[in-house]
Each structure stands twice: as structure tokens, then as C-alpha cells.
């Protein structure tokens, strides 16, 4: 049974592997890259589990016994300019929050995150949140918590962490949930951000299309026509 549960969830993480559509044009070659899991800070401390520097690949089944979060399976990946993190069916009791998937990625300094079937109480989540989405949800018992999504921060070397998801259950702890960092290579400029699959719900409004037209409170300029008025008399 053991050995039937390992490798079901080893077969999960490898399809955990594959990123979300990714654009730009920096160095695979050079550059750094870390990622992590779940991390907690506070009354109840988690180190980043799992975490991964440089070039390397973790996965684990499940987290160490703790009161604050539950998970299925935890996939963490970096490379050169790159970084990746993902895990899969969390649950944070305390503060009512569900997600099925919930990944970041990072590439060449630039970072998104993904939320599948996520959702706080009665609320759910966008699966494409705008870059550092602030949401404060009262949950019964315990007040108002404070929640980040896609939280986007540029380090002083440069670099770029995206964190999934941020929750603070109390001034005193934090959870943070699939974390990546990268910086831009080789080419020192920072790619293009990752591109959500065509069609996916995102955090912010898409922009109604644009074309060239006569500025407001204009009229438009008369085109003459050649002809003869007709006379009566």
C-alpha cells in the first residue's frame, strides 16, 4: 500500500513539472533560482519545506504534524534564472482556506502565480490574482485574517520572489505557500512575465480594445465633395 501511495504521488509530481506558458528571452545558462513550499513564521514555526537552491528538484508527500496546514504533495524546482513551486489540496483550518493547486513560477525576474479551485470561507479566489491581491476576511473564532495573493518582491540583488499565497492568522504568524525566486540571467534584463493559458479568469480587468479614433470633444474634420446644389426659382 505504501509503495502503491509513493508512487501515485511521485506520478502527481511529475506532472507538476510542467510549467504555465512562459515568454521571454532570458539566459538558461546563468542566473539564480530557489523555491520552496510552505514556510510559517510565528507562535507555530515551519522552515521552507521543501526548499531547493541552484539547479534541483524536490517533492515530498506531505508535511511534518503541525496545527497550522495540511497539503498532499509538495513540488519545488530551480535552475538558472528559473524557479518553481507547487502544492497540491492545501488546507489552512484556521483560516478557512481550501486551494486544489497553488503554484508559483518564476522566470528571468519575473513571477506569476496559479490558484485552482481556491477559496477563503464562502469566498473564491481568482486563479490569476493581480501581482500583491490584499484581502482581509473576517473567519468566526479568530477575527479578521489578512491575505496575499501573487505577493511580488523585488530583493536587493535584483532578484524577484513570487509567494502564492500569504496569510496572516494573527500579528505574530505568517503562512506562506509555494514561493519561487529568480533573477534575470544572463541578460540582465528581466523577460517578459509569464502568459496564463488564453481564456483564464485573471485578477485585474482585461482593456477594451483600442483603435484610432477623433479625440473627445472633437469633430471630425469635413471632407469636401464635388457636386452642383440643385437651384429653385
Known amino acids: 500500500m505504501r509503495l502503491t501511495r509513493l508512487a501515485a504521488s511521485a506520478a502527481i509530481a511529475g506532472a507538476l513539472a510542467t510549467p504555465l506558458a512562459l515568454t521571454g528571452t532570458a539566459s538558461a545558462a546563468t542566473g539564480t533560482g530557489s523555491a520552496y513550499g510552505v514556510a510559517a513564521t510565528g507562535l507555530v514555526a515551519i522552515p521552507q519545506t521543501p526548499a531547493v537552491t541552484a539547479t534541483a528538484d524536490k517533492s515530498l508527500v506531505s508535511l511534518p504534524a503541525n496545527p497550522l496546514i495540511d497539503v498532499k504533495v509538495l513540488h519545488v524546482t530551480a535552475k538558472p ?16 482556506l481550501t486551494a486544489h493547486l497553488v503554484t508559483a513560477t518564476c522566470k528571468g525576474g519575473r513571477g506569476v502565480s496559479r490558484l485552482a479551485d ?13 501581482p500583491n491581491s490584499a484581502l482581509s476576511v473576517p473567519v468566526q473564532g479568530l477575527g479578521t485574517v489578512g491575505v496575499t495573493l501573487n505577493k511580488q518582491t523585488r530583493n ?3 532578484s524577484l520572489t513570487v509567494t502564492a499565497i500569504e496569510v496572516r492568522l494573527t500579528d505574530a504568524q505568517t503562512i506562506s505557500v509555494s514561493s519561487a525566486t529568480c533573477d534575470a540571467g544572463g541578460s540582465g534584463t528581466p523577460s517578459q512575465p509569464p502568459t496564463p493559458p488564453p481564456g483564464q479568469p485573471t485578477g485585474k480587468p482585461i482593456p477594451a480594445p ?20 440643385p437651384v429653385t426659382g
Open 81 to 96: 534564472a528559473y524557479a518553481r513551486a507547487s502544492v497540491v489540496d492545501l488546507e489552512i483550518a484556521k483560516a478557512a
Open 210 to 229: 483600442t483603435s484610432p479614433t477623433t479625440p473627445p470633444g472633437q469633430a471630425p474634420k469635413p471632407t469636401p465633395v464635388p457636386g452642383d446644389l
Open 118 to 130: 481556491a477559496r477563503i470561507g464562502d469566498h473564491r479566489l481568482a486563479v490569476y490574482a493581480a
Open 156 to 158: 536587493p540583488d535584483g
